[in-house]
């Protein structure tokens, strides 16, 4: 056995354990366990929130409790941010880890209907990233790695990413903000309840306009 495919043997042991682990584990993911870790951590809680989330994106835990805890933790500004920063960093390292571990041996192996669907996503580029981000029909942790078997640029891939993730961050922090507020009852608690719900139909109606976008150009052609 080669040296390459030792190391790429090893990443894939060393991934797999990390994934069963943190599954085996998800059920301890919390808000509350969140904000009892990070709360001792003063000034580097912002750096060891976005470290964690790209962790838990490469090993498949749910994104959206570290996006809600996010807005609870530091507002929905600062807090969308994070979350941002972290999914961005880790869905590139799950696009990375997948394109070393398989995507040659992948190119080499497939044909038919999945060669010539690769080919299609191949084909749109960053507008299937930004596409798959805005509308998500597949699944976050699953599609990031999915993405790195093409010959996608890593480059598009990242700006896609995080440009188009950023409504679905702003939405969920400030739900996580709004349910903060409302249960300290605060006097804002009403106005943050009601940007929250406003922000998240604006994301929610995103997919219809990307349609909308995605299908003019072949009406014009017509």
């Not at 998240?200 to 990307?210: Q, S």
């Amino acid at each position: 056995m080669t040296r390459s495919r030792a190391l790429r043997l090893a990443v894939v042991v060393l991934l797999a354990a990390a994934i069963a682990l943190a599954l085996w584990h998800r059920d301890e993911l919390t808000v509350t366990v969140l904000r009892a870790r990070l709360d001792a951590l003063g000034v580097w809680a912002p750096l060891a929130f976005m470290g964690g989330y790209a962790v838990a994106t490469v090993v498949f835990l749910p994104g959206s409790v570290f996006t809600i805890a996010a807005g609870v933790l530091f507002g929905p500004w600062a807090g969308a941010a994070y979350a941002l920063l972290g999914a961005t960093v880790g869905a590139t390292v799950a696009f990375v880890t997948a394109r070393y571990l398989a995507a040659d041996w992948v190119a080499r192996r497939t044909g038919g209907r999945l060669r010539r669907l690769i080919d299609g996503v191949e084909a749109e580029g960053w507008r299937f990233v930004a596409f798959t981000r805005l509308v998500p029909i597949f699944p976050f942790n699953l599609l990031n790695y999915a993405l790195g078997l093409t010959r996608i640029p890593l480059l598009h891939y990242l700006l896609a990413s995080l440009v188009c993730m950023a409504p679905g961050a702003l939405a969920y922090a400030w739900i996580g903000h709004a349910g903060a507020t409302a249960v300290a009852g605060g006097q804002g608690a009403v106005q943050a309840v009601l940007i929250a719900l406003g922000v998240f139909a604006a994301v929610a109606f995103l997919p219809r306009l990307v349609r909308r976008w995605r299908v003019a150009p072949s009406e014009q052609e017509h």
